[in-house]
């Protein structure tokens, strides 16, 4: 069964510009979470999403924006980058009957 | 709201011998879960061991296990005859399901580094 693929893996962006992740979660898992990470932070919570809609959402500027599709793939869009805005984003799946969240290797975005 | 406190930002310990790592929370509730998560140097997070709050028996997986006090609201993890593979950031997390949405929502702390020693 393959696992949470994020893509892409590394990115380097220009403050200003915006950038759109891709997550592909687990076949099956209907629900996608977006997570921050930061050294010194941990992981902050951007939202969560289940079968097409947003179900929460975390303390992120309306910058941070996401949709998933019909298949349950998901995109994060932040626009307007921020040198702030330079982390690890990871993504998580997770299935209705399981309390595992199952994570991808995460997209590492630089902005200069 | 929920907090989750990991106080040890960095930890070491040598092959073979026995680690504890802290972790405390804060909520009200009286449902939840909570998790140890390990995210070696690959960045790939990967579920080390679950508790349900309503268990009072502690978890073990292996050579991991948990102290569980919830009226301290403490959940340490304890790794026995640690291994050179035990290296990773070790994340302390809170899960509630919220039965408003039918969402979890996972509160992470902050991760202590953990470098096993040959």
């Known amino acids: 069964k393959a696992g949470v693929t994020q893509t892409p893996r590394y990115l380097i962006k220009t403050r200003g510009q915006q950038v759109t992740l891709s997550c592909s979660p687990i076949?099956?898992?209907?629900?996608v979470s977006w997570y921050q990470q930061t050294p010194g932070q941990g992981l902050q919570f951007l939202f969560e999403?289940?079968?097409?809609?947003?179900?929460n959402k975390g303390n992120f500027p309306g910058r941070f924006s996401g949709r998933q599709f019909s298949n349950s793939r998901s995109e994060m869009n932040v626009s307007t980058l921020e040198l702030g805005d330079s982390a690890l984003y990871l993504c998580?799946?997770?299935?209705?009957?399981?309390?595992?969240?199952?994570f991808g290797q995460g997209t590492r975005l630089t902005v200069v | 709201a929920q907090t989750v406190t990991q106080s040890q930002p960095e930890m070491s310990v040598q092959e073979a011998e026995t680690v504890t790592l802290s972790c405390t929370y804060d909520?009200?509730?009286?449902?939840?879960?909570l998790f140890w998560y390990k995210q070696p140097p690959s960045r790939q997070m990967i579920l080390v061991i679950r508790?349900?709050?309503?268990?009072?028996q502690n978890a073990t997986e292996n050579r991991f296990s948990v102290n569980f006090q919830k009226a301290a609201k403490s959940f340490s993890l304890k790794i026995s005859d640690s291994q050179l593979g035990d290296t990773a950031m070790y994340f302390c997390?809170?899960?509630?399901?919220?039965?408003?949405?039918?969402?979890?929502?996972?509160?992470f702390g902050t991760g202590t580094r953990l470098k096993v020693l040959a």
């Open positions: 998580a799946s997770s299935s209705v009957s399981n309390t595992e969240a199952f």
């Open positions: 076949s099956g898992h209907r629900s």
């Open positions: 999403y289940f079968s097409e809609t947003q179900r």
């Open positions: 909520t009200s509730e009286s449902n939840y879960y």
């Open positions: 508790q349900e709050a309503y268990k009072q």
């Open positions: 997390a809170f899960m509630k399901l919220l039965f408003t949405s039918g969402t979890y929502k996972y509160i």
